[in-house]
């Protein structure tokens, strides 16, 4: 059987999805993708991340992709970048070797503000590409997302970026600043 392939943006969602890969498979890998977002600092932490959990990492060229974060959007709706996810998991299939499943970092605070980030798009997805797609958050909230990083939840939350700017520090002010900020304060760092 071929590897699980875990979509690894460098934030805390992902970081949490290759955990849980890591822990459920014995073959994983992970790719993150450069699709004109406005920093490498998120694909630096992908990096990290992988290399903390010993997983194969590529990255991975998309174009074409337009709208939300990459327009300037930054809050609520404003954020969504139409289409993003299944041309995600679409670049992922297309790697060799073909994973036997993905793995996608949907949380519940995501299918409010994301559409496709709900599990129907996903089930969908399934049928049309003929590959299985895990969503091992789906239900859960960030601070269920931090509580899943077990043991590495200290490196992760130091490694990881879930800011939409780039720069040394997280802005504090975007909407996955403000998430993740709210999830650790709930569960403490």
């Not at 600092?41 to 992908?46: F, K, N």
């Not at 994973?99 to 519940?108: D, E, K, N, W």
Request: glycine share 10%.
């Amino acid at each position: 059987m071929s590897a699980v392939r875990v979509l690894l943006s460098g934030g805390l969602d992902s970081a949490a999805c290759l955990v849980w890969a890591v822990d459920s498979f014995d073959d994983v890998d992970a790719v993150g993708f450069d699709y004109g977002q406005a920093h490498r600092r998120e694909l630096d932490s992908a990096q990290q991340i992988a290399d903390l959990l010993s997983v194969s990492f590529r990255i991975r060229r998309i174009e074409g992709l337009r709208g939300g974060i990459l327009d300037g959007g930054r809050m609520g709706p404003g954020a969504v970048v139409p289409g993003r996810n299944v041309t995600f998991v679409r670049a992922a299939l297309a790697m060799a070797p073909r994973p036997s499943a993905i793995v996608l970092g949907a949380t519940a605070e995501d299918q409010a503000v994301f559409d496709d980030c709900r599990r129907y798009r996903m089930d969908a997805w399934e049928l049309a590409l003929g590959v299985r797609i895990l969503s091992p958050l789906i239900t859960k909230t960030k601070p269920d997302v931090i509580r899943a990083l077990g043991a590495y939840r200290s490196a992760i939350l130091n490694a990881s970026w879930s800011c939409y700017q780039g720069g040394l520090e997280p802005c504090g002010t975007c909407a996955a600043c403000k998430i993740r900020d709210r999830g650790i304060a709930e569960i403490g760092p």
